[in-house]
């Protein structure tokens, strides 16, 4: 089959592999309808990611036809469309059966190297490192699917493909970022990143009761799209970000702030530079923590701070000193998207969002690493690519 790999920093391509076999009861292989480039795979892309290898294949956020299936899997039938949760989880362990899927403790074959670098081992994921599975991704035309009886939601025929896709991912991820905000009635939230996963924050901040919803990016059309879900926006490159959010707040500063960002945090080459030092156990570089930096300052004091953002190292140069005497409340990590997909999908069907709205761009696979740099670069007005192989 074809399929997108990573050969090296900003080096994607699409090569021709062999197709993926059931290996387990529990498998299902899908053929690949839909899928998307993700913030997620520009870590990749850009090389922040230590524990890749040559000929990985990337991609989360899929969706597709069921063409076999383990003989385990009872739920799914040959020929149902599904959208898959870039996080693999078991369903069985004491984190899923809490619904912490992304903390799963079974589906992580090397969990040794995330215990060496992290002290535990969350879930697998898609197509994302080896550190977290080494699970081949599914920007290709096909996918083995491990646990695919508690994954894999089916799709209702009256959707498109556009509209059910980001269950997999950004969709259920502003949801859980705005939810871990702690969003009361009234309340006001800065978003810094106004990418696929900035967008649906605000949106599921609004609909949440925030009263303002104030967004952080620097690239006009971005912008434009927060602003169309109900957004005031800043742009970082023409002021001082905390000093226009204490102007817009009468100086207490936002009740709750997301950080859709993460580790590449444009600006601020004296937090950059710190990403050339320190190595940890695994190799891992520091990363530029700017964004959670000016989220630290600019939060109210007794606030939240929310981070969806990914960072990949170790966050040093953080105001930890600021937080603890601010009595600031953090909450992040990698979205437990099975916990999301049946409610999100009842809101994507009662038509309180339609989440195809974030697509900028519908392009065949082959053109995958050409869609890679223009979403990086953010040319052509590329805010989401979604890729048909
Ligand atoms: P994206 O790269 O499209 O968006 C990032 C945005 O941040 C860009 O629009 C960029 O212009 C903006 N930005 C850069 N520097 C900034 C600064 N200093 N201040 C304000 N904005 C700045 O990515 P995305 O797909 O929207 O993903 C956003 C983040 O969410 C990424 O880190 C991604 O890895 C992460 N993510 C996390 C999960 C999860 O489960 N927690 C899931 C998906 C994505
Ligand atoms: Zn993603």
Not at 233 to 238: E, N
Not at 244 to 269: F, N, Q, W, Y
Not at 293 to 302: L, M, P, Q, V, Y
Not at 315 to 332: Q, S
């Amino acid at each position: 089959m074809r399929a997108l790999c990573w050969h090296g920093k900003g080096d994607v391509r699409v090569d021709t592999v062999p197709d993926p076999k059931i290996e387990h009861p529990r498998d299902a292989i899908i053929r690949i309808t839909a899928c998307a480039i993700c913030g997620s795979d520009l870590h990749l892309f850009d090389g922040y990611q230590p524990t890749m290898e040559s000929g990985d294949i990337l991609g989360h956020e899929n969706m597709g036809v069921v063409i076999e299936l383990g003989s385990e899997v009872t739920n799914l039938k040959v020929g149902d469309r599904v959208v898959v949760p870039f996080t693999i989880s078991c369903g069985q362990c004491w984190f899923c059966q809490k619904g912490l899927f992304s903390l799963c403790d079974r589906t992580n074959p090397n969990a040794e190297m995330a215990i060496k670098a992290m002290g535990h081992s969350p879930a697998g994921l898609f197509g994302f490192s080896h550190m977290l599975g080494g699970y081949s991704g599914g920007q290709a035309e096909y996918l083995r699917v491990p646990m695919a009886d508690v994954g894999p939601i089916k799709v209702p025929d009256n959707l498109t493909d556009e509209q059910a896709l980001f269950l997999s991912d950004i969709f259920p991820t502003g949801y859980m970022a705005a939810e871990n905000a702690q969003i009361k009635d009234g309340d006001t939230v800065a978003v810094w990143g106004c990418g696929p996963v900035g967008q649906f924050a605000i949106r599921a901040a609004r609909m949440m009761g925030a009263g303002r919803m104030i967004a952080i990016d620097e690239v006009p059309e971005r912008l434009a799209m927060a602003e169309a879900g109900g957004a005031e926006t800043i742009d970082f490159s023409k002021c001082d970000v905390y000093d226009e959010l204490m102007v817009r707040t009468k100086g207490r500063g936002p009740d709750s702030c997301i950080d859709a960002v993460g580790c590449e945090a444009a600006g601020h080459g004296a937090v950059d530079a710190v990403m050339d030092k320190a190595k940890a156990a695994v190799g891992l570089a520091t990363d530029r923590v700017h964004v959670l930096r000016e989220a630290i300052f600019s939060c109210r004091k007794g606030g939240t701070i929310s981070v969806p953002g990914v960072y990949v190292g170790m966050g040093d140069k953080l105001p930890i000193g600021a937080a603890m005497n601010k009595g600031l409340t953090f909450k992040m990590g990698q979205t437990h998207v099975q916990a999301y997909t049946q409610p999100l999908l009842k809101i994507i069907e009662a038509g309180k969002i339609d989440p195809s709205f974030v697509v900028t761009h519908t392009t065949s696979l082959e053109d995958a690493p050409e869609m890679y740099q223009k979403f990086r670069d953010k040319e052509d007005g590329v805010i989401k690519v979604v890729l048909r192989p």
